[in-house]
């Protein structure tokens, strides 16, 4: 598996009290029908970290 990382904000006007997630659960089923998964956990620094790993496709 490739592995890429990154940083990414999500800065919304939003109030933080508004529903502004990623929809990971939608996520998951697509990632996990590639063949892939993924991980969410808590950045020492704040925020989240999501980590995303699907197989890269073989070369016919």
Same mark, same amino acid.
């Not at 808590?42 to 496709?57: A, D, E, F, L």
């Given at each position: 598996?490739?592995? #890429?990382?990154?940083?990414? #904000?999500?800065? *919304? *006007? ?8 990623? @929809?990971?659960?939608?996520?998951? %089923? ?5 063949? @892939?998964?993924?991980?969410? *956990?808590?950045?020492?620094? @704040? @925020?989240?970290?999501? %980590? ?9």
């Amino acid at each position: 598996m490739k592995t #890429s990382s990154g940083v990414c #904000s999500n800065r *919304s *006007s939003l109030p933080s009290n508004k529903a502004r997630g990623w @929809g990971l659960a939608v996520c998951r %089923r697509i990632i996990e029908a590639h063949e @892939g998964n993924i991980d969410a *956990s808590n950045h020492p620094g @704040g @925020g989240t970290v999501v %980590r995303i790993r699907v197989p890269q496709p073989h070369a016919n």
